[in-house]
């Protein structure tokens, strides 16, 4: 199971920490941060692999955003700056394991989301 926290309501150029609390995955899995905002399709936004070293972003957070992970905690932050209004979206966490893959359809385990609302 996942877990996303950490949303809310910011200013533009604010930040936001997401957290993605995992329970119950037995496997060495990567996570990946997803969004969707509505009428669009969900979204690729940044993946990190089990041991942290090797992360991915989308163009669009590149330089923004940073993920992490603590195994030790088996959680997974995404720290969020310099947001945009564009960032607006319900916020996934998903995992799967194997190799990088930046497709939602890729990842069979999902936590429930967690709105970020950017206003200008």
């Known amino acids: 199971q996942l877990q996303a926290s950490g949303g809310g309501l910011v200013q533009a150029w604010g930040s936001l920490r997401l957290s993605c609390a995992a329970s119950?995955?037995?496997?060495?899995?990567?996570v990946g941060w997803f969004r969707q905002a509505p009428g669009k399709e969900r979204e690729f936004v940044a993946a990190?692999?089990?041991?942290?070293?090797?992360?991915y972003y989308a163009n669009s957070v590149k330089g923004r955003f940073t993920i992490s992970r603590d195994n030790a905690k088996n959680t997974v932050h995404l720290q969020m700056n310099s947001l945009k209004p564009e960032d607006t979206a319900v916020y996934y966490c998903?995992?799967?394991?194997?190799?990088?893959?930046?497709?939602?359809?890729?990842?069979?385990?999902w936590g429930q989301g967690t709105q970020v609302t950017v206003s200008s």
């Open positions: 119950g995955l037995t496997f060495s899995y990567r």
């Open positions: 990190i692999g089990w041991s942290g070293g090797s992360t």
């Open positions: 998903a995992a799967k394991s194997g190799d990088y893959g930046s497709s939602y359809r890729l990842y069979p385990h």
